[in-house]
């Protein structure tokens, strides 16, 4: 049990480690850099990466992977401004995308458990059919202009922190859809099942748990998740564009290995994942205030932070099977 | 005298099918003659050949042209996962390799056979540090390979300092666009890599080494095979085709874009290995089968492209063409097909 724990520990406070380090070298470097407004950015900004993070974690915690978040999230986009345009009232189109996200996911899992086809073919598959679909429903971006999104959702939801400043509700969203994962995660019969499945598909039904339900649930919520990142990008976007989003699955990926989720799965924690979230976006931020540092270098860093960590998760894995 | 030619073709189509009727490259290769049948009898203009300047021109001669990159990318891919992995770098090595090529011409001001080799250097190491995660720290290759997807792009803008390198050089711009024996030079080149791979892999044991790992890597070892070797070859092997697919994507456009060369087209080569029939789970590959996949996605595309279906949404259907080919491949669905089969009869 020892063990197990130190095997989940290590990676986590690793990437706590390193997002202490960035954010301290960003107040170091930069005297703006430790305001409040910074930290609000931070958090409403990649409320959206955040909430299909965590659907990824789950997929990732069973031993899956999802390559269809970013095309999902985009389609979600499209369809809500498409609705919206359509006359049809907000959260009649917020219920009906999530319903939608769901039901792509359900259908993912499905060819997955029952046809035992890998994942990794079946979301990509999933992928390229979700990013057709939304340029189906409209082929260019598609602003949303209501007054619930301009008043209610922007003002309105917005906790007023100070005089010029306030969090947005996407960050709201963020901090809520994380706290609600891991209590599904840690608390449930279902959250118990996936690290289950994820350790060992087969003893997992040697011990009589639910294999295919949990299979096709984790792939169902994985898209629940996509379509309120969706969700939540239309209200940080204020538009939807079926083109947007390219690769934000492979952010989510990195994200949740970076927050110390074992990609062979059955090993991980939900709030990592947030921690994951935030270094990428720390990064990102670094390397906005420091200016003369080009875009490009994020990708080259993330991809370093990305073996780093696995290269980690490797060694720790290792000599707790040596042991 | 043009009914002539395309009977000549559809004849020597029959004779391909017939003679792989036993054999796995069968089906896509069925599915390509339907889809080409459909164009003969709905799609205006698409058969029509032309000599023009000593060159062919042509919807069939453009499928070609255009799938060279995957099918270039497919044979890599395919030997990659026949050991039971998967190259998810390949675009974003292509992406290094054209930057590469480009810099060396405009930037070093080299000759263009040395930048091209050079190039070829770059997408050599990229395939080597797959090989190096893969078959040394034996990391899963999904994870090891996402790595440099991940990277690769940046490495690559980082190379052209984030802007699109414009060349003039004729030997590049030969590599992508360039004529022989009336053909695009491209097909001579996939010709090349294919006769090469397939002397490699079906002459020597090397084939069977590749599928005897991919089907068991524990019983493998015990048989006293190398596996790490093996594997970390296959990786650099891949990491080269992407190299080459890298400099004809460059010289097609006579310039290194690192955000948009090879995009995604590393999904379209394992489509097209699978599609092909090789299976996604190692222990068997078919070379051919990988270009003809290839061919059958490029045609799909094209034949889209000539219905007025727009690229963004021609991706819907190259979805239903990959879940079809997985259901295919699965047990499951084939079990459920063979049990239907005598009901109807009895």
Partial sequence: MKRRLSQQQIPVAASLAVLLLLYGAGCAMFPRFGSLRVLVNLFGDNAFLGIAAVGTTFVILSGGIDLSVGSLVAFTGILIAQLIAHGVPPLAALALSLLFGAAFGALMGTLIHFFELPPFLVTLGGMFLARGLGFVVHAESLPITHPFYDNFIAQSLAIRLSARLSLPFTAVCLVAVVLGATALARWTCFGRNVYALGSNEASARLMGLPVGRTKVLVYTLGGFLSALGGCVASFYMQSGNPASFVGLELDAIAATVIGGTMLRGGVGFIPGTLIGVLILGLIQTLITFQGDLNSWWTRIIIGALLFVFIFLQEMISRFARRD | ?346
Avoid at chain 2, 144 to 155: E, P, Q, S
Avoid at chain 2, 304 to 311: E, G, I
């Fill in chain 2, 1 to 346: 005298m043009g009914s002539w030619i395309h009977l000549l073709f559809w004849a020597a189509f029959a004779a391909a099918l017939w003679s792989a009727r036993r054999h796995t490259v069968f089906w896509p290769l069925l599915a390509l003659a339907l889809l080409l049948g459909f164009n003969q009898a709905f799609t205006p203009g698409f058969f029509t050949l032309e000599l023009r300047g000593g060159h062919l021109y042509g919807a069939r001669v453009d499928i070609l042209n255009e799938g060279a990159k995957v099918m270039l990318l497919g044979l890599g891919m395919t030997l990659v996962i026949a050991t039971g992995g998967v190259d998810l770098s390949v675009g974003a090595t292509m992406a290094i390799a054209g930057a590469v090529a480009a810099q060396g011409v405009v930037a070093a001001h080299l000759p263009a056979p040395a930048a091209a080799a050079l190039a070829l250097g770059a997408a050599l190491i990229a395939g080597a540090w797959n090989g190096l995660l893969v078959a040394v720290l034996r990391i899963p290759p999904i994870v090891a390979t996402l790595i440099l997807m991940v990277a690769g792009r940046g490495v690559a803008q980082l190379i052209t300092g984030g802007q699109i390198i414009t060349f003039t050089d004729p030997f590049l711009s030969f590599l992508g666009n360039g004529w022989l024996f009336g053909l695009p030079f491209t097909l001579t080149l996939v010709l090349l890599a294919f006769g090469l791979t397939a002397l490699l892999t079906r002459k020597t044991a090397l084939g069977l080494f590749i599928e005897a790992i991919g089907d068991s890597e524990t019983a493998s070892r015990f048989t006293g095979l190398p596996a790490p070797t093996v594997k970390f070859f296959v990786y650099v092997f891949s990491g080269l085709c992407a190299g080459l697919a890298g400099l004809v994507a460059a010289g097609n456009i006579r310039s290194a874009d690192a955000n948009h060369a090879g995009l995604y087209l590393e999904l379209d080569a394992i489509i097209a290995a699978v599609v092909g029939g090789t299976s996604l789970t190692g222990g068997r590959f078919y070379l051919a089968g990988s270009l003809v996949g290839a061919l059958l996605m490029q045609t799909l595309t094209t034949t889209l492209y000539a219905l007025n279906v727009s690229a963004d949404v021609a991706t819907v259907p190259k979805a239903l063409v990959i879940l079809a080919a997985c259901l295919l491949q699965s047990p499951t669905f084939r079990a459920g097909l063979a049990r239907l089969r005598p009901r109807r009869a009895s």
